[in-house]
């Protein structure tokens, strides 16, 4: 009998250390359910325990304040202390999959910059979670798992701990941010994860240029606790009302990223655990291993985040995993990696690197151009091109289309930038099939770094 597959991947959001005060989680309760409470210790616990009269409001603040949630790794030794036993060989066994393989996780890792307040204790700095998890898997002998992309929307009032749907608004630094990886540490996503699990045409249109695949949709019938819950309520955050319920992959249409069309990327469902909201549970597994009973090709993607206790929330998915496969004698649920997972539920065919051709000419003083061009087409018509000033400034432009997916050029001249002020170009792309690059080069020795990542 040929088995049926259930391809299971687990996102988090690495966003590091996280600090909440009392007055803080009041506050975020205000803001959710609006509702005005004076804090205090006794009436968290009287809210914890169902015992107050909100309006039938009570079980989802009761909810929110799941002391599993509200209990913090508040430190990056506490967030460490919890990787080397979650990413320990014997953790991993203890939750096996069908085939007897051991956990896999996906890191998709956050900047924290350019915030004027940070009451949450964030790690800002660019760079700072990207090196710690890349230290981390490292040391812990990780290579199993996903290493991608998350990124917060800064709001207009720059305060770190709240929300926006924007990616291209005057304070958002998503250009530098990328920019930066390219450049400093080689590095380029095929993966997004979007941050506050909000896409907008803005960002739909940036993800179609650059990253093939996203874990984004939360669609799921209505609850009662969306009427509740004001921060998601009439798509304001996290809106995925028009998208098809369903555990299938699909390629979103060019004006609603929610609806099924003919975009070159592909959304796949990733629903919460371990939080307040839009949570994968045995009824969403099970219409998973429906699906794939049915020959759909079915992703089941969860997701969380590194500033909660992860063990507790990959216990309940395991729970709910071999609870529901018992009843599916020819489904069988294999962990994956966010990229190989869509290559293989799509059946995706596999094809060539991009790899780039790069000559620089000076056309006249003070005018120079630069000629790109990649073996093969790529994910979309222009790679992403960066800059970096020999003063530490960083840049993004657009290219000069030649022959869009293949060859492009860059003037550097008095109406960009002049040659002699550049220390390094930095350029990535993907293809199709999710295969990433990234080619730097050294102006001043004319030297080519290329890297390419393949899972």
């Known amino acids: 009998m040929k088995m049926k597959k259930v391809y299971v991947v687990h996102c988090i959001d690495s966003e590091g250390p996280l600090h909440e005060s009392l007055d ?15 804090p205090s210790k006794e009436l968290l616990k009287d809210l914890q325990e169902g015992n107050v009269d909100l309006n039938g409001a009570e079980e989802s603040v ?17 967030v460490e202390e919890m990787l080397q036993d979650c990413l320990s060989e014997e953790f991993r066994n203890r939750f096996k999959d069908s085939n007897g393989g051991g956990w896999i996780y996906n890191w998709h890792c956050v900047d924290h910059i350019d915030y004027e307040m940070n009451p949450r204790r964030r790690d800002m700095g660019y760079h700072n979670i ?16 996903g290493f991608h992309f998350h990124y917060h929307p800064h709001p207009m009032i720059k305060h770190a701990h709240l929300c926006a749907t924007r990616w291209l608004g005057p304070t958002d630094k998503l250009f530098q941010v990328l920019s930066r990886r390219i450049i400093d540490r080689n590095w380029f996503p095929s993966v997004n994860r979007p941050g506050f699990q909000v896409n907008r045409p803005d960002s739909h249109w940036f993800l179609e240029q ?13 609850s009662i606790e969306d009427n509740h819950q004001f921060d998601f309520s009439a798509g304001r955050s996290g809106d995925w009302r028009r998208a098809p319920i369903t555990w299938v992959p699909y390629h979103p249409h060019h004006d609603d990223y929610q609806k099924i069309g003919n975009c070159r990327r592909i959304i796949t469902r990733c629903l919460n655990i371990g939080t307040r909201a839009y949570l994968m549970d045995e009824n969403e597994v099970r219409r998973a291993f429906e699906e794939a009973k049915n020959d759909k090709p079915v992703i089941l993607s969860f ?8 063990r507790v929330d990959v216990a309940e998915a395991h729970r709910l995993l071999t609870k529901v496969s018992d009843d599916y004698d020819n489904v069988e649920f294999i962990y994956c990696e966010a990229v190989d997972a ?19 000419k000076q056309i006249s003083k003070g005018v120079n151009t630069l000629s790109i061009k990649s073996s093969v087409d790529t994910f979309g018509p222009q790679p992403f091109f960066a800059i970096k000033t020999k003063t530490n400034q960083y840049f993004h432009d657009n ?38 690059t990234v080619t730097n080069f050294e102006v001043e020795n004319k030297k080519v770094e290329n890297f390419f990542y393949n899972l």
Not at 24 to 38: S, V
Not at 342 to 360: Q, V
């Open 62 to 78: 009761k909810m929110t304040l799941d002391p599993h949630l509200l209990n913090y790794n508040n430190t990056w030794n506490k």
């Open 210 to 222: 650059f990253i093939p695949f996203d874990y984004a949709t939360l669609a799921m019938e209505p």
């Open 342 to 360: 869509i290559r293989k539920s799509m059946k995706i065919k596999n094809k060539s690197k991009c790899e780039f051709t790069i000559d620089l």
């Open 399 to 436: 290219l000069d289309f030649q022959v869009p997916f293949q060859e492009w050029t860059y003037t550097f001249d008095d109406e960009t930038m002049p040659l002699d002020a550049i220390e390094k170009i930095g350029i990535a792309t993907n293809n199709s099939y999710g295969v990433t």
């Open 303 to 310: 997701a969380n985040h590194d500033f909660r206790d992860l």
């Open 24 to 38: 803080a989680t009041f506050e975020r309760i205000k803001h959710i359910f609006h509702l005005d409470l004076k």
């Open 130 to 145: 990207f090196d710690e998890y890349k230290r981390i898997l490292n040391e812990n002998n990780s290579s199993q798992d």
